[in-house]
Structure formats: structure tokens, C-alpha cells
């Protein structure tokens, strides 16, 4: 199970008036190839005994959500910005609902406290690929590279204090190696592709993919599915991530007990966050509470008025 800060309760706040009937893909239209949406859950074999057993008896649970972390990006996008917290709370409870999980009205009367995360993942560039493309000297071995500038008159360049967008570059990346005891190119690379695995990890964990990548690493080699999901790190992509709390715990001993955390996301990609958390919400709201068997992979398939879900989980 995964935790989080301790939350207030005045970040707590009720839901009881969002129990309204929502068309949430109404008019959404065409459904593009690629809004596939991922879907992870984790929760204890007891929890989804107790709660989904029996399945004329689903066992009724309370809640109030608390807002949880939000994730802008590395580049602005306005449908984002534009879309608040109470919004995403808005589109998640019916969804919340479908699994019987109905707002309380109180923090004192409700079984869970509810975390929401949302946003898009931030997916870092390679500066050293970058300063390969810019500079027309490429970056094979930057020590090298400067070399051959000191004899295209770079030297000269440096002495007049006006010198060409190129041997700056060199330059730049001459400083950056020795400031960061880097002795010779390979060592530049070495360090960028460690910030890139950061990256990718941090964002494999904010999806849900996390445990199903490590899974492959320890393996030695990755599946076709391995493949895919690594190929849907390589874009950013919008989420929402769910984590319920016992919150009679909570209210006693401040402490967070997860019960059960639902990752799902979509690629944000010539989309917008609206329609991707319409999405989000149809095809993973189904497995709200739910163990999935590992990352499971869903395309909503749209028609106005008469959404529905059909699973293409990539084992």
C-alpha cells in the first residue's frame, strides 16, 4: 500500500449534493485510437472479500474526499489549469457510486477518507540529446568537439568575447561536466540517462505502472506488454489516483491506514483534461476498491448517450 502526509480535516469536505445523475461521456463524440485508458488496484484480499464477496451484496461504505496532489506539467495546458479539484470530485462520484461508495455526511459518519491525486506527468528531455540536435558539432565526445573548435578559430572567438552560438554550446557544456566532476563524455551521459530513469520511475509510479515494470526488470527483459507501457511513459499523460484511508483511524490515532489506492490514466496528447477524465472516470471507476491483476488496459468505446467499457487487458 502506498501512504501519504497526513491530512487535516479541514482539507475534508463533503459530497452529499454531487449525487446527481451525470451523462459524463455525453457528447464526447468519436473516440480517437489512442484514448486507451490503463487501469491500476491494489487493495487486501480481506477488503475485497468483505466488500465485494458477494456480488448481490456489495457491502455499502461512506466517504469524504480530501484533495490530494495536483500536477500541472512541465508545459501549460490551459484545459488543466482551467479544471479545479471540486470539478474532478464532481466527475469521480458517480463513479464512486457504481462501486457503492456513497458520501457521508460527515468525516465523524464516513468509513473512508478518500485522497484524490490528478494532473498530467511531466516526461523529461534528454539535455544531452538536445545539445547533440543544437549544436552543429554534435556531442559524440564533447571533448573532442571542443578540440576541433579550438582549431575553427574558437580560440579567437573566446579571446574578442564574442563568440558563436556554437562554441557556447561547447562551452557550456565544458563548464557543466567540470562543474559536476564529470571527466569526459561518457560520464555526461551516464548522468542524464540517471535523470531520465528517475523521471520515468517517478511518472511510472504516479500511473500505476510501477510494480508491473519492476516486475519485468527483475525478470531481465521486457514483455510485449512490458514494452507498451514503457512506450506509454515515453508521453505525458493525464491521471487521477485514488487512495482510501480508514478514517474512523484517522479521527483516532491520525494515522492513515490504506484500504485501497486505483491509479488510472490516459495519454494527454492531442486531448484535453476534461475529456480525459471522462474517460478515466468510465473506464476505471469499475475497479474502484478492486485488486486489478496487474496494469490492465480498457478502451472506452463511445457513443453518445450509451457509454460503455470494453476491457483489452494485454497480459
Known amino acids: 500500500m502506498t501512504s501519504s502526509p497526513s491530512l487535516p480535516p479541514s482539507r475534508q469536505f463533503r459530497l452529499g449534493y454531487f449525487l446527481v445523475a451525470m451523462a459524463a461521456l455525453a457528447g464526447l463524440g468519436r473516440l480517437d485510437a489512442d484514448e486507451r485508458v490503463t487501469v491500476w488496484g491494489k487493495s487486501s484480499p480481506e477488503y475485497a472479500t468483505w466488500k465485494f464477496g458477494a456480488a448481490?451484496?456489495?457491502?455499502?461504505?461512506?466517504?469524504?474526499?480530501?484533495?490530494?496532489?495536483?500536477?500541472?506539467?512541465?508545459?501549460?495546458?490551459?484545459?488543466?489549469?482551467?479544471?479545479k479539484f471540486l470539478d474532478v470530485a464532481k466527475a469521480l462520484a458517480p463513479d464512486l457510486?457504481?462501486?457503492?461508495y456513497y458520501p457521508a455526511d460527515s468525516a465523524q459518519k464516513a468509513n473512508l477518507l478518500i485522497t484524490v491525486d490528478w494532473g498530467v506527468?511531466?516526461?523529461?528531455?534528454?539535455?544531452?540529446?538536445?545539445?547533440g540536435q543544437d549544436s552543429p558539432?554534435?556531442?559524440?565526445?564533447?571533448?573532442?568537439?571542443?578540440?576541433?573548435?579550438?582549431?575553427?578559430?574558437a580560440s579567437n572567438e573566446r579571446a574578442t568575447g564574442r563568440t558563436?552560438?556554437?562554441?557556447?554550446?561547447l562551452d557550456q557544456t565544458y563548464?557543466?561536466?567540470?562543474?559536476?566532476?564529470?571527466?569526459?563524455?561518457?560520464?555526461a551521459q551516464d548522468l542524464d540517462r540517471k535523470s531520465m530513469n528517475m523521471s520515468n520511475a517517478d511518472n511510472a509510479v504516479l500511473v500505476g505502472f510501477a510494480e508491473?515494470?519492476?516486475?519485468?526488470n527483475q525478470r531481465g527483459f521486457d514483455s510485449a506488454q512490458g514494452q507498451m507501457l514503457r512506450g506509454f511513459l515515453a508521453d505525458e499523460r493525464y491521471f487521477v489516483a485514488l487512495t482510501a484511508y480508514d478514517c474512523q483511524e484517522y479521527l483516532k490515532t491520525k494515522k492513515l491506514v490504506a484500504v485501497w489506492t486505483t491509479r488510472i490514466s490516459v495519454r494527454a496528447l492531442d486531448s484535453n483534461f476534461t475529456r480525459g477524465l471522462a474517460l478515466m472516470g468510465k473506464a476505471?471507476?469499475?475497479?474502484?476498491?478492486?485488486?486489478?491483476?496487474?496494469?490492465?488496459?480498457?478502451?472506452?468505446?463511445?457513443?453518445?448517450?450509451?457509454?460503455?467499457?470494453?476491457?483489452?487487458?494485454?497480459?
Not at 74 to 79: I, L, M, P, V
Not at 175 to 187: E, F, I, K, V, Y
Not at 294 to 309: C, Y
Open 56 to 83: 448481490d451484496k456489495v457491502k455499502n461504505e461512506t466517504y469524504v474526499l480530501s484533495q490530494g496532489k495536483f500536477y500541472g506539467g512541465a508545459n501549460r495546458d490551459r484545459s488543466l489549469d482551467a479544471v
Open 121 to 131: 506527468t511531466t516526461v523529461s528531455e534528454s539535455m544531452y540529446e538536445q545539445m
Open 175 to 187: 563548464d557543466m561536466q567540470r562543474l559536476n566532476g564529470l571527466q569526459s563524455d561518457a560520464n
Open 212 to 216: 508491473t515494470l519492476h516486475a519485468e
Open 137 to 153: 558539432l554534435g556531442m559524440a565526445d564533447t571533448d573532442a568537439a571542443r578540440r576541433d573548435a579550438s582549431h575553427q578559430n
Open 284 to 315: 476505471g471507476g469499475t475497479e474502484f476498491g478492486h485488486q486489478t491483476d496487474g496494469v490492465e488496459l480498457k478502451t472506452p468505446q463511445i457513443a453518445v448517450g450509451s457509454p460503455s467499457v470494453v476491457s483489452t487487458d494485454a497480459k
Open 97 to 100: 457510486v457504481s462501486q457503492h
Open 164 to 169: 558563436s552560438p556554437s562554441v557556447q554550446m
